[in-house]
């Protein structure tokens, strides 16, 4: 008995040592695509790449950038410039919170130097407008969400100058509550801004550091309009003993281990942020690092011109905290941010230390967009023809734009109006699911292989155009297709069906009818009834004959008696 307690003790410890990620393993649930890439590798801090197969569009370039040594920065994947969209699908778990980030480094990719600007969308949301201003620099764009499927689309469209491109996408599963947001159903956080206050070097803190991957910008980086306005007296300070980070957001322990503190009773910042004006989520992050004396006090307030509430309350870190080298991160989760964001702490009355910031973070609320009505019966749909390059187009049918072979309408939750798949190759039975499409007001599938019946449209009740010739369809044509009051023209030539022609087609108005090429479709009840109408044309016509006659020969009568008065020959 013990020695199998020690065996299962044994097990169990092995289990636990492999589920810790170490700095040569990544943390479970990362993507890392490799855009352009041809090969999967595994890079300098652990992160596996993999190849960009999952895009089934676009072309893959080459790339040198002055400094620019990582891999995954060597190629890119580019597309036409042209309505349509280009998306990449990625499997994610439903329920689940995701930062996903996407990088563009265009370095003259097409030879051409003319700087790329087009879109970016997460499913039907537009996500952001990409603008390159600069060949050797890399633009980067990130976004907290939680799924509500088991698949996500980064699509790339609306190219205004040059061809849009991408070189990488990194998916990365957040922990527990962290980012929650009473909105999260309703808003995307767009990443603004994500600051490590104090940091040792330019160089950003991300995995292995932050075990999220994360991106924390340094206060020291050189680029225009990024923390300008530094209060007088600002200094960097920093530690080397463990911080308690685990809770809330969970900030890398490196970050929380630097911090700027101003000697002079402020801190201030003038900070753009990216994707404002409008209502964001803020995050500041405080850890007490340096040692205080008994008599030694910090406390002070947040100053945001116009915004005098958000100084009400004082921040006390090691009272708020409860204790040293532990974090607090009080969080504001709807302010209304400008685009220049000015910020600062003062020294509240009675402080002997100036205030500390060891990190921020700033994220803006993005709207999601619903998707086009369609969305779930069209998933179906190209689900069951995966293989099928029309089928691969990804992201939402209608929105942002449409699927190439589709049209919608223009609701602010669209419906598919038009399918046109004509010459296609496709073959089996005609798909149930367009018949599922309540707006439908055209459908193209001539020129395919389509066998079996034509199915019941009744549902589309704004059907006026169907083409469904030169295929190889069979049985009857179906009654229902009288019921569809907008119906315009109906082309059914050469298939294979048979029976007879539903009455109701033949006598409609206004129908453009074409059903030749078909052998062993019965035509005898439309001759009989042309014959009919022949037949009727020709007694009435008879009739209304006999009846002027008859009438004739009354007026000769009557003429010839003359009237009362009348003087006779």
């Given amino acids: ?23 040569n393993a990544q943390m479970p649930g990362f993507v890392s695509l490799d855009c352009g890439g041809k090969k999967n590798f595994t890079d300098s801090i652990g992160l596996e790449w993999k ?6 569009f676009g072309k893959r370039a080459k790339i040198s950038v002055p400094n620019e040594i990582r891999r995954q920065y060597m190629s890119v994947r580019y597309f036409p410039a042209d309505t349509r969209k ?40 537009h996500w952001s407008t990409i603008v390159i201003s600069d060949a050797n620099t890399i633009e980067v764009r990130e976004l907290i969400f939680l799924t509500n499927s088991s698949t996500i689309s980064v699509c790339l469209y609306n ?111 003038r900070l753009n942020l990216d994707g404002f004006p409008g209502f964001g989520w803020a995050v500041f992050y405080f850890a007490e690092i340096e040692d205080l004396s008994p008599n030694d006090t910090r406390k002070f307030r947040l100053l945001v011109p116009g915004m ?47 205030p500390l910031l060891n990190a921020i973070e700033i994220n803006k609320y993005l709207k999601i967009t619903p998707g086009s009505i369609d969305a779930s019966v069209m998933a179906s749909l190209v689900s069951q023809h995966s293989s099928s390059l029309w089928a691969k187009e990804g992201g939402d049918p209608c929105l942002p734009v449409p699927w190439s072979w589709l049209q919608c309408n223009s609701d602010p939750q669209p419906k598919i109006i038009s399918i046109i798949l004509s010459k296609k190759n496709l073959a089996g039975s005609i798909p149930l699911e367009f018949t599922k499409l309540q707006g439908l007001a055209e459908i193209w599938l001539d020129g395919n292989a389509f066998a079996g019946p034509i199915p019941d449209f009744t549902a589309c009740n704004d059907l006026k155009i169907i083409h469904l010739e030169n ?50 479709l019965d035509k005898e009840r439309s001759k009989g009834y042309s014959t009919s109408i022949i037949i009727g044309i020709s007694v009435g016509a008879a009739v209304l004959f006999l009846a002027i006659v008859i009438l004739c020969l009354l007026c000769r009568k009557r003429n010839g008696k003359g009237t009362p008065g009348e003087a006779k020959n």
């Fill in 308 to 354: 005098p509430d958000l100084g009400k309350a004082t921040v006390d870190i090691q009272d708020n905290a409860q204790g040293k080298f532990q974090l607090y991160e009080p969080g504001y989760t709807n302010i209304s941010f400008p685009f220049a964001f000015n910020f600062g702490f003062g020294s509240a009355s009675g402080s002997t230390r100036g």
């Fill in 471 to 520: 295929n190889r369809l069979t049985g009857e044509m179906p009654s229902s297709l009288t019921n569809l009051p907008k119906l315009e023209e109906l082309y059914v030539q050469g298939n294979m069906l048979s029976g007879t022609i539903p009455s109701g087609l033949l006598l409609k108005k206004n129908l453009v009818f074409n059903y030749t090429g078909n052998p062993d």
């Fill in 1 to 23: 008995m013990r020695m199998e307690k020690l065996y299962l003790l044994i097990m169990i410890s092995i289990c636990f040592i492999l589920c810790i990620p170490t700095n």
């Fill in 159 to 269: 190219a205004t100058t040059g061809q849009p491109f991408i070189s990488t996408i990194e998916l990365r599963p957040l922990r527990g509550t962290s980012y929650y947001t009473e909105y999260e159903t309703e808003f995307f956080l767009a990443v603004s801004a994500r600051i490590n206050f104090g940091a040792y070097s330019q160089d950003p803190v991300r995995y292995p550091d932050d075990p999220f991957d994360r991106l924390w910008l340094s206060d020291s980086l050189q680029k225009p309009n990024y923390l300008l306005n530094v209060a007088p007296g600002t200094k960097k300070v920093s530690t080397n003993m463990p911080i308690n980070v685990d809770k809330d957001e969970r900030p890398p322990e490196k970050v929380m281990q630097t911090a700027v503190v101003g000697t002079n009773g402020s801190l201030t910042y």
């Fill in 86 to 125: 280009y998306c990449c699908t990625l499997d994610v778990n439903p329920l689940t919170r995701y930062l996903i980030r996407t990088t563009f480094l265009y370095g003259n990719f097409d030879d051409k130097n003319v700087f790329p600007k087009f879109d970016i969308s997460l499913g039907a949301t």
């Fill in 51 to 56: 190849s960009d197969q999952r895009f089934s």
